[in-house]
């Protein structure tokens, strides 16, 4: 008898220790998400196409939530300068297809060319987050707007030729959209891609992130990811550590970055097009959100917080909509996209002081 109690108030234990884990509010938005999944065959929503376009949204962004870990580990915050590592990624894909680059290795060209954009990039806007400690997020958020203002500019200017991505009627600069068929479309989603009826898995885009999502976690278990964490913990013990606070920054500023320059370009393969000019504005919002929905704090992560924040963000902001249309039979889609998605953004962000 006293040993069933024991079991009993082991298992007690267990459901506890999971719900302080896990939290109220991500049970709340995980039940939310279950209800629109019930409710979505009721309503004359196709379900196995809904949890595609999900896992489809999930696959196109756990990347650029995954490059906010490095600078939530190393202290920096969260990475409001995301569309810096965005512009990298895009001049990469606009530039793997200047030179003619088709199909896969179009793909593979395009994190090849973005790379030293990136570390060129995050290597500025680390030395200048260097510089300016306590106010990162400010800072960084000025950063990525301001970059991406700029390049609007340069988007015109910059000498561009290739006849699918110039304007047609003036010869010069790069239009708004650019198809990305007979390039890098579908390049990881078209990978062992597992159809089965209308539910369709992107099975190449999610060893994709798995593979990256591994080397992140390998890389923070090493020395210099493990002083990343130190120096994000205690910066003041890290020094006294002998740890170049200043070095490990620079560093997680630059993979950061990186990762967002890969996380845009792997977007864009499932996407199927290339957005410029003021298209990557306000990328850096859902990103964020999705890492802090997940259970993320400004100095704390881990890639559990990437994947579940993720799934449960766009799950929301994928099925509130298609739900609501069919239940009101009217097409709001965009308003009520528009209302969750930044509803979800204001809630995630008032927990940014969560441990």
Wanted: proline share 3%.
């Amino acid at each position: 008898m006293s040993k069933l109690v024991q079991e009993k108030l082991t298992f007690k234990e267990r459901l506890q220790n999971f719900y302080k884990s896990f939290g109220l509010p991500r049970l709340i938005i995980a039940a939310f998400l279950l209800v629109l999944y019930i409710a979505a065959p009721f309503v004359n929503c196709d379900l196995p196409t809904q949890i595609t376009n999900t896992i489809n949204r999930f696959s196109w962004n756990c990347v650029m939530v995954l490059s906010m870990v490095p600078m939530i580990h190393s202290g920096c915050g969260l990475n409001f300068g995301l569309p810096l590592g965005i512009v990298s990624g895009l001049l990469g894909a606009t530039l793997s297809i200047e030179f003619g680059f088709t199909g896969f290795m179009s793909f593979v060209m395009a994190i090849v060319i973005a790379t030293p954009f990136a570390i060129v990039l995050g290597g500025g806007y680390g030395a200048l987050l260097n510089k300016i400690k306590g106010g990162e997020m400010m800072i960084a958020t000025y950063v990525g707007f301001s970059s991406v203002s700029f390049m609007c500019m340069m988007w015109l200017i910059l000498p561009y030729h290739a006849a699918n991505m110039v304007w047609a009627y003036a010869g010069t600069g790069l239009r708004t959209t650019i198809s990305l068929e007979g390039f890098y479309d579908k390049a990881l989603a078209g990978i062992l891609q597992i159809n089965i009826g209308n539910l369709s898995i992107p099975t190449g885009t999610l060893i994709f992130f798995a593979i990256l999502a591994f080397g992140m976690w390998a890389f923070l278990h090493t020395k210099t990811g493990t002083a990343m964490t130190a120096v994000g913990s205690n910066p003041t013990f890290a020094k006294a550590a002998g740890i170049n606070v200043d070095r490990i920054r620079l560093l997680s500023v630059i993979l950061s970055t990186w990762l967002g320059a890969i996380g845009i370009l792997v977007y864009e393969q499932g996407f199927g097009f290339i957005q410029l000019y003021m298209a990557p504005f306000n990328m850096a919002l859902p990103a964020v959100s999705a890492i802090l929905i997940g259970g993320a704090s400004v100095n704390k992560a881990s890639i559990s917080n990437v994947i579940i924040g993720t799934f449960l963000f766009q799950g929301i902001v994928t099925m509130t909509p298609t739900v609501m249309n069919s239940m009101i039979h009217m097409d709001m889609s965009e308003v009520i996209r528009v209302i969750v998605s930044n509803g979800m953004i204001l809630y995630a962000l008032t927990r940014k002081s969560e441990a």
